[in-house]
């Protein structure tokens, strides 16, 4: 079992916890995930690892309630302990010193690229990040990509924290300025990555997404992470989650992402159904 140490609602619906467990803290690199199943008959779900600590042998997840497993997962508090904890998982991100990285973080995607921009800036990168939000009441982690960040612009698609918009126009705006960028980390929702791959091509800047299709064993045995990149069948668990976003099939990712919806809607109607009736 694997014991919640901390908890922390960082927004209305993405929590934080910090989890008890010394042998994925003592491997954990920037980039890599972890499997989570709640209990025995719970479904096993990937998330990134947020940050970790060798010392304490504690690794923290972030996750935003989208279905029934992120939901039930919520209703835990420090204390409270998971079943099953699997990783680390995937291949860590490459770093080394590039020149200027641009990092683009959306929604709960600004978890994941934490660590990844940590990294790049203690490898000597220059670190420009772009923090980008539906609304100023789900920003979460600004001082954190703050602490690594040379240059920090956070957006809101409302307007009403930061600059109004989405994050792909500063992204834009710093390709148009001349200035020299060598590479850009997009990490977000599937949408978010695809437009900032297309915003970066036309100047030829590399980048980096990580990719998030439903994951089953996250070790390369079921294939149903599979993704296409570069015309070439990869599975997103072993060989990924980073790939490089030009070369991504963005339309298959997206088609896969919603093979399950109606089983996934109706899990979650039954799961609130029950949370209801008790
Ligand atoms: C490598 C990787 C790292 C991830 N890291 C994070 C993270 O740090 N924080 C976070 O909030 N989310 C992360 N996700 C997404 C997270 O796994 C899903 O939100 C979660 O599985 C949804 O489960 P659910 O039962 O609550 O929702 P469901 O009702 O099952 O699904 C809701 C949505 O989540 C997607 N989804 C469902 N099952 C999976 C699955 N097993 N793997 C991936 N996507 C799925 C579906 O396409 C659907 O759009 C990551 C995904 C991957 C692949
Ligand atoms: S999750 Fe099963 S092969 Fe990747």
Request: a negative charge.
């Amino acid at each position: 079992m694997y014991k919640i140490l901390l908890r922390e609602d960082l927004v209305p619906n993405i929590h934080l916890f910090k989890v008890a467990a010394p042998a994925v803290a003592s491997k954990a690199q920037a980039g890599q995930f972890v499997v989570v199943r709640i209990d025995e008959r719970g479904e096993r779900i990937p998330l990134t690892i947020a940050d970790w600590d060798r010392e304490e042998g504690s690794v923290t997840i972030v996750f935003m309630e989208v279905g029934t497993t992120t939901a039930r997962l919520a209703l835990l508090k420090a204390g409270d302990a998971i079943t099953d904890l699997v990783g680390p998982l995937g291949v860590p991100t490459h770093i080394e010193k590039f020149g200027t990285v641009v990092c683009v973080a959306g929604g709960v995607g600004t978890a994941p690229i934490a660590p990844i921009g940590r990294a790049l800036k203690n490898a000597g990168n220059k670190i420009i990040s772009i923090l980008g939000a539906r609304s100023k009441d789900l920003v979460f982690w600004e001082d954190k990509l703050r602490s690594f960040s040379n240059q920090l612009t956070v957006t809101t698609d409302d307007g009403t924290y930061g600059r109004k918009g989405v994050a792909t126009e500063p992204l834009k705006e710093l390709l148009e300025s001349g200035e020299k960028i060598d590479l850009v980390v997009a990490i977000g929702p599937t949408v978010m990555m695809k437009f900032c791959a297309k915003t970066t091509q036309p100047f030829g800047v590399k980048t980096i997404v990580s990719l998030n299709p439903i994951m089953l064993d996250g070790t390369g045995m079921c294939g149903v992470c599979r993704v296409s990149v570069g015309g070439v069948t990869k599975f997103a668990c072993v060989d990924g989650p980073d790939f490089d976003g030009h070369q991504v099939d963005w339309d298959l990712l997206s088609a896969r992402q919603r093979i399950y919806l109606d089983e996934e809607r109706r899990s979650f109607e039954q799961w609130q159904y029950q949370c209801g009736a008790d």
